[in-house]
């Protein structure tokens, strides 16, 4: 999507060039482009609008043309004005040390507000607070229930009374939470739709009772177009601090954040990445611009990649990547890192092109099995030297691998193109390097 | 109010802009009225493609009919989408016994909540329910679908949290023979279609189903939730591929979204609205109407055109 929306500003801006000058029209033809790409990210449409005029009006001012390259230029005012509205009041929770402190999440049915509870209780004791969890949802079947076995899975007390109604679960949880000196209160509620009156001023009136320092609107990341109506009639009832945007490890490109964002104009603090506890990460503007605007987010899965490969190995690796000494022994031992890091497909969807147009079924994590089950079967000369596999050998290897002749053949082609890219990627910078190593990891 | 007029509320504003453009165009359908048309389709998330096709479809009709006026064009529009919605419906006969349904869907969008209310449709019409837990996952979910079991007097298949889902499934299975169950509803575990290993979890449940009883399932419902934007496509894309989807079950639309995704969820895969969710309550689901959804959602023009 973002090489495809590239190379088309590229052809647009080089024939403008030719004229000089450059137009409205000329921005209103490229900005048609952004307004799709926004358009099928979920972006709120009146949103869509807003932000491409106010970009036009950056992109006309600025200097594209004399660019070598500037379609690139023009995608970067776009990407750079997204970065910047999504970063917009970006600030660092900082909770009291001397006293409680309260969080409050709300939002629509089914947001993720339960799990995410678990996840910042979580996420805060691993910075040394004592979390309680107050089960403040008597409205949803079995939401004590859901609470009560994330808070033992976690070692987190929850406090709930299944006979009191949610206004006097907080209260009583709240003292409680004092007498007992714990140092951080993250209240659940029930979801609730923002047309509810009844249930509105439920909350209403459990806000003003807690006092909350901080009051969260967990919001799905796969939320269309009315996303903003539910922002904006949440934060009018309850004055929100903060967003979370949860299942931002599906393959949605996310743009209801920069509608709920530019409609209440409070931050984004968290997303969530995973069911379990241990799925919720800080928010970064620049990854979920350039996740709305389809280019993946290589940040991300960079990141992973270094958390999960051992360093030395790696840097053992990147010195046999740069004399190209790189073996197919070499391959094996990158291959069972890579296995270290998860779900292959996770790590795809990560991948810029790949992402959005990979579905599950693509990605055969069986094929991993089959290469090391190959390589495992080739005597170490044969892992050193592929040259001299030849027919006798892949029948053998085939044969002790389970696999077939075409099988051993097709890895061998691939490790040799592979070996080509490690050659031409010598020449690029390290970093980058490193990206487009990964990527062309990922032949199957 | 009920749903349908709660939809109209909602889309005033969107008809009333559709109506200025119109009588900005002087009779003749010029850029402003296919643009307020658009607006009105994408804020609805029936998504820029569809609509896109939508409109032209609607432009050819206007030249192919000799159309004149924007009432008959908007007469156009609405059957053009309630055509694309309109897909063969399944059939409410279950002669095998058990009538096996499987339940999925991403997260959250109101899978379990969904099979207590057919729970309850099936017991009012004297059908013998039987619901099988296959969510070992989450927490509280067996629980969950336990209560609404008892509330509407199902029969209930469970193991312990953490157990192997095709197990359960398999367990249901034999239950549901043994006792002369009518319906088996099988619940599943939310999961995101990019996640292949939980993909292939759903595949295996499957296999095991079939295996118990080659016919079974006999339907299998893809929950999405109204207000989900286009990863819906991506969601029914990929669930159809991998266990083959025989009906949407639209949630949530008690909200305020519009639920458009439905249009562009059927014009794409020709499979049926099976049931619409309209609340959290045992009786709020809903068969599906294509007329009357896309009249709540274009409504009729206002008078000053
Ligand atoms: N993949 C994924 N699933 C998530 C994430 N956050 C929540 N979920 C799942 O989404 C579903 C709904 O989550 P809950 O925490 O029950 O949502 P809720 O907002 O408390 O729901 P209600 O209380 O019914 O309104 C569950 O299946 C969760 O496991 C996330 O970041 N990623
Ligand atoms: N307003 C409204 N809420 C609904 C509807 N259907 C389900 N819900 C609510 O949505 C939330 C999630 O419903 P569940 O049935 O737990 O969803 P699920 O798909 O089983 O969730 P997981 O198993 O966690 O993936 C609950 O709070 C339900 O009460 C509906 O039609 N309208
Ligand atoms: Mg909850
Ligand atoms: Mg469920």
Known sequence: MFEELTNRFESIFKKIRGQGKISEENIAEAMRDVKRALLEADVNYKVVKKFTADVSAKALGADILSSITPGQQFVKVVYDELAALMGGNARAIRFHTNRLNIVVLAGLQGSGKTTTCAKLALHFRKQGHRPLLIACDTHRVAAIDQLDTLGKSLEIPVFSDRAKSPLEICREGLAFA????????????????????????ELKALCAAAKPDETFFVADAMAGQDAVNVAKEFHKEIKLSGVILTKMDGDSRGGAALSILDVIGVPLQFIGVGEKPDGLELFYPERMASRILGMGDIVSLVEKA??????????????????????????????????????????????????????????????????????????????????????????????????????????????????????????????????????????? | ?????????????????????????????????????????????????????????????????????????????????????????????????????????????????????????????????????????????????????????????????????????FDAMEASKARGIDVLILDTAGRLQNKTNLMNELSKIVRVIKRNLPQAPNEVLLVVDATTGQNALNQARVFNEIIGVTGFVITKLDGTSKGGIAVALSKNFGIPVRKIGVGEGVDDLQNFDPVSYVDALLGDLPDRV
């Open chain 1, 178 to 201: 004092q007498r007992e000196g714990f140092s951080l209160a993250v209240i659940d509620t029930a979801g609730r739709l923002h047309i509810d009156a009844d249930m509105m001023a």
């Open chain 1, 306 to 444: 270094q958390e999960n490969f051992d360093l030395e190995e790696s840097k053992k690796l990147e010195k046999k990547f740069r004399k190209s000494t790189f073996s197919l022994q070499d391959f094996l031992e990158q291959l069972r890192q890579i296995k270290k890091m998860g779900p292959l497909s996770d790590l795809l969807a990560m991948i810029p092109g790949v992402g959005s147009q990979l579905s599950g079924a693509d990605v055969d994590e069986k094929a991993l099995s089959r290469i090391e089950a190959m390589i495992c079967s080739m005597t170490a000369e044969e892992r050193d030297r592929p040259g001299i596999i030849d027919g006798n050998r892949r029948r053998r290897i085939s044969l002790g691998s389970g696999t077939t002749v075409q099988d051993i053949n097709k890895l061998l082609k691939q490790f040799d193109s592979m070996k080509s890219m490690m050659k031409r990627m010598n020449k690029i910078g390290s970093r980058r390097g490193q990206n487009a190593a990964l990527k062309s990891m990922f032949p199957y």
């Open chain 2, 1 to 169: 109010m009920n749903i349908l007029d709660r939809l109209k509320d909602g889309l005033k504003k969107t008809r009333t802009q559709i109506a200025s453009a119109l009588s900005g165009a002087s009779g003749s359908f010029d850029d402003r009225f296919y643009d307020a048309l658009e607006d009105a389709l994408i804020l609805a998330d029936i998504g820029l493609e569809t609509s896109t096709d939508l409109i032209a479809r609607l432009k050819s009709e206007i030249a192919g009919r000799g159309i004149t006026t924007p009432a008959a064009a908007y007469a156009a529009l609405k059957t053009l989408l309630a055509g694309d919605l309109a897909v063969t419906k399944l059939p409410d006969e279950f002669p095998p016994k058990p009538w096996v349904i499987l339940v999925v869907g991403v997260n959250g969008v109101g899978k379990t909540t969904t099979i207590g209310k057919l729970a309850g449709e099936f017991g009012a019409a004297g059908k013998k329910v039987m619901l099988g837990a296959a969510d070992t996952f989450r927490a509280g979910a067996v629980e969950q679908l336990k209560i609404w079991a008892q509330r509407t007097k199902a029969d209930f298949v469970f193991q312990q949290d953490g157990a192997d889902p095709a197990s359960v499934a």
